[in-house]
């Protein structure tokens, strides 16, 4: 768990929450509008700082996992304070980043969007936003080590031999 707790991994969505937070304090708790948004993230950007859930080390694309969690949010949140918020960021953020000229991916991924749907639901102690993680990546190894050990399976590698 502990190797997931860097602020650009593990506790990435809580960053993106500190951040979201820290923009509407800046604007004294008031809903901001796209302009006062721009202004937050050339602030947050001059100060050398990044936009938080912004850039992905591989993808060159919106995560689709974040277009995953936008549509559910669309459907079942789309009152939601800091969904509208994270909406505005998506229309704005990337084409800043862009205009830089020193980012190669200014798109959201999964992290710009998970905690604001956490918050939703009522899990508010962004502390245990790593343990989520980890323990929803743990369960997917875990199923497939019991799967090998049921089936007879030797360790699974890249590259190994499927069943058929």
């Known amino acids: 768990m502990n190797g997931l707790a860097g602020p650009l991994h593990g506790l990435a969505n809580q ?13 004294a ?20 700082r990044v936009v938080p859930g912004y ?25 939601d304070e800091l969904f509208k918020i994270v909406q505005m960021l998506y229309e704005v953020v990337p084409e800043i980043l862009k205009a830089t000229g020193k980012i190669k991916n200014p798109w959201p991924n999964v992290d710009a969007h998970s905690g604001v749907l956490l918050i939703h639901y009522g899990l508010t102690e962004h502390d245990f936003y790593t343990v989520l993680f980890g323990v929803s990546r743990a369960i997917g190894v875990l ?9 007879g399976h030797p360790l699974e590698r890249p590259g190994s031999v499927t069943t058929d």
């Open 55 to 79: 850039g992905h080390a591989v993808l060159r694309k919106t995560d689709p996992r974040y277009i995953a969690q936008q549509e559910f949010a669309q459907k079942h949140l789309a009152d």
């Open 15 to 27: 960053e993106v929450v500190r951040w979201i937070k820290d923009l509407r304090e800046y604007y």
């Open 143 to 151: 199923t497939s080590l019991l799967w090998d050990r049921a089936l």
């Open 29 to 48: 708790g008031e809903m901001p509008n796209k302009e006062q948004i721009k202004e937050y993230v050339e602030k947050t950007l001059a100060e050398g």
